[in-house]
């Protein structure tokens, strides 16, 4: 059996061989804290239950990621919420690091891997942020990098964007994919058209109301197309209660415009080549994938 000499050096934690400084979203804390006091316990309930979320991932990702994947091929969900990209990704043959900044959402995704059976060994949940993910994985070990369901718009600036796409062009091993989804909200609505019902049954009304800052106060780079404004959305959901009356529960938190030509550019600029996926569930999609060097 081969031996290792005394003088091999001891190869760094992980953490260590991330080649930039720890960062953090500006809008990390609030985000957090909006999931966690509000939106995390309707979340899955918001989009019509788990299945159909999971079902309309399951497409997308067959649609936009190779049909095979090699044994322990490594995938990063950022903002993986209650998962409805990393268990059609742990279906797909991925291990799946999931990031994400509420403790609710990670719970309920541990919930629901004990459920279907899943081994725990293939999935890591971490509690982070996603402009962090490098110092879950190695640089060039990645077979897919995902921010999927309208994540991409809860940083705070068309620089932080940048940011996460150059770090996954990183992560990603050649051939590796990127893949993005997000509302674009770059066209302002006007007047009570920026209320919208999100959902209601017997015991719940869930309504957003959307208001534009055209103009930003902190400094953030906004492009002509309007790609860096952003736009308080603001919660509101009515509980019934025992009694019969109903309780308000509101908290809001800042969502950030890009256009999908922005977002195609910029996964351009960080080195990718760039397909555009269908518009769908009122969502764009942008797929970059890692040139062979
Ligand atoms: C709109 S949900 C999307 C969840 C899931 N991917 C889906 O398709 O439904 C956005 C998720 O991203 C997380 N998130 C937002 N900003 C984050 C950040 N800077 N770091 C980590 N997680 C973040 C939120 O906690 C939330 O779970």
């Given amino acids: 059996m081969a031996m290792t000499p005394p003088s091999a050096p001891t190869p760094p934690p992980i953490s260590a061989r991330a080649s930039k400084p720890i960062l953090t979203s500006s809008n990390y804390l609030s985000v957090a804290s909006h999931y966690d006091r509000l939106l995390s316990e309707h979340y899955t309930w918001m989009f019509g239950g788990y299945e159909t979320k999971l079902a309309q991932n399951r497409c997308i990702l067959l649609r936009h990621l190779p049909a095979t994947v090699a044994p322990d091929t490594v ?3 950022l903002g993986c919420g209650p998962g ?7 279906e797909l043959g991925y291990k799946v690091v999931a990031v994400d900044a509420s403790v609710g959402m990670l719970e309920e995704l541990g919930d629901e891997i004990k459920t279907l059976g899943i081994d725990e060994k293939r999935v890591r949940t971490v509690e982070g942020d996603l402009l962090n993910f490098r110092e879950q994985i190695d640089d060039g070990a990645a077979g897919c ?10 940083l705070a600036s068309l620089e932080e964007v940048r940011e996460m796409i150059r770090d996954a062009h990183a992560a990603l091993r050649p051939h590796g994919r990127l893949i993005l989804q997000f509302r674009d909200l770059t066209h302002p609505l006007e007047g009570t058209d920026r209320f919208v019902p999100v959902r209601s049954d017997a015991m719940t009304v869930f309504t957003c109301f959307l208001e534009w ?10 492009e002509e197309d309007g790609s860096g404004a952003r736009i308080r959305v603001h919660d509101l959901v009515h ?3 025992g009694n019969g009356t109903w309780e308000l529960c509101k908290s809001w938190y800042y969502k950030l415009a890009m256009s999908r030509e922005w977002v195609g550019q910029t ?3 960080a080195g990718f080549r760039v397909e555009y996926g269908e518009t769908e569930h009122g969502m764009e999609l942008v797929v970059g994938i890692k040139e062979a060097q």
């Avoid at 995902?146 to 991409?152: E, Q, S, Y």
């Fill in 267 to 269: 996964v351009k600029e």
């Fill in 75 to 77: 995938a990063v969900d």
């Fill in 213 to 222: 800052e055209r103009q930003r106060d902190d400094g953030a780079a906004v």
């Fill in 84 to 90: 409805f990209q990393t268990i059609p990704l742990l």
């Fill in 239 to 241: 509980i019934k209660k």
């Fill in 145 to 154: 990098v995902v921010c999927m369901g309208d994540t991409p718009t809860h």
